[in-house]
């Protein structure tokens, strides 16, 4: 017997109370299908989209490869085993970072993955090849794997940003040959003020599209959209100034990427943030 998630009425009750009542059902020697939610399995289980089908298991049978749900301590988590040693298990999600490993004893294992969906609805079970596959990719490759991922995800999630640091970047390195100097003193200035606070500003934008304005977000936000491209243009000046044979860092160009970051956190309070308000206002109520 299995028992699903998929119900015509859907009850919510905290997660405490729901794990016991899942083990109490594995302990029954059912299983249970839920959905998989979170990123740290990425991409074999797609956040809030891919289920996992759960059944208890004999501890002395988990074997390296299999996915567990599992006691941490602190909280329930579902990752892959990827070492055993006598009844020590070493545990890691495949979307996280190639170092963070989770240790437990294998009497915290609450029950194996045996079959489900993945990479976003393909169906499988543990015997498939297609999974048994996917095992050894993320077991032998999981650095360059989780890397490629996460680029991935930043690309999708931030693709002005990485654009617009790039032209950026380009803009502060290419070799503009021998080029008329304008006839307008600080013209340059004025160029390093406009660039960095186009960059400031499109980093804001997205920052605030994929996250609601609050106190925590805007703290965040001044580290990311303003601090880094600050600290970004101090490096870049150090750069032009001994690395360089063609370029030349000034302090001056560095007052002028910090005012141009200043104006960029001016224009995101003023305009960008009421706009994304109007627009997502938009979107939920249709006004």
């Given at each position: ?123 499988f079970t543990i015997d498939d090849e297609k999974w048994r ?19 991935a995800v930043l690309l999708k999630a931030y693709p002005f ?6 032209l950026l970047l380009f803009l502060s390195f290419f070799n ?112």
């Amino acid at each position: 017997m299995k028992r699903s998630e998929d119900t015509a009425d859907v009850l919510k009750i905290p997660n405490d109370a729901f794990f016991l009542e899942l083990r109490d059902i594995l302990a029954a020697g059912e299983s249970v299908t839920i959905r998989a939610t979170g990123r740290s399995m990425t991409p074999t289980f797609r956040d809030a989209v891919d289920k996992v089908t759960i059944s208890s298991c004999n501890p002395n049978d988990i074997a390296v490869g299999d996915v567990v749900l599992f006691d941490r301590g602190d909280t329930i988590c579902l990752h892959r085993v990827i070492e055993v040693d006598g009844r020590r298990l070493t545990i890691r999600g495949d979307g996280n970072s190639h170092s963070a490993l989770e240790y437990a004893d294998a009497d915290k294992v609450i029950g194996r993955v045996i079959a489900g969906t993945m990479k976003g609805g393909v169906p499988f079970t543990i015997d498939d090849e297609k999974w048994r596959r996917n095992t050894r990719l993320v077991l032998r490759y999981h650095l360059p794997v989780s890397l490629c991922h996460r680029a991935a995800v930043l690309l999708k999630a931030y693709p002005f940003s990485l654009l617009a640091l790039a032209l950026l970047l380009f803009l502060s390195f290419f070799n503009p040959g021998d080029t008329e100097a304008s006839k307008f003193e600080y013209a340059d200035k004025i160029a390093h003020l406009i660039m960095y606070c186009g960059l400031s500003s499109v980093f804001w934008f997205e920052w605030f599209r994929r996250h609601l304005p609050g106190r925590k977000t805007v703290f965040r936000g001044l580290v990311f959209c303003f601090v880094f491209p600050l600290v970004l243009s101090g490096i870049i000046e150090l750069c032009q100034e001994y690395l360089v044979s063609y370029r030349g860092g000034e302090w001056l160009d560095f007052l002028a990427n910090a005012t141009g970051c200043l104006l960029g956190v001016m224009v995101t309070f003023v305009f960008t943030i009421p706009f994304i308000r109007r627009f997502k206002l938009r979107k939920v109520y249709g006004k």
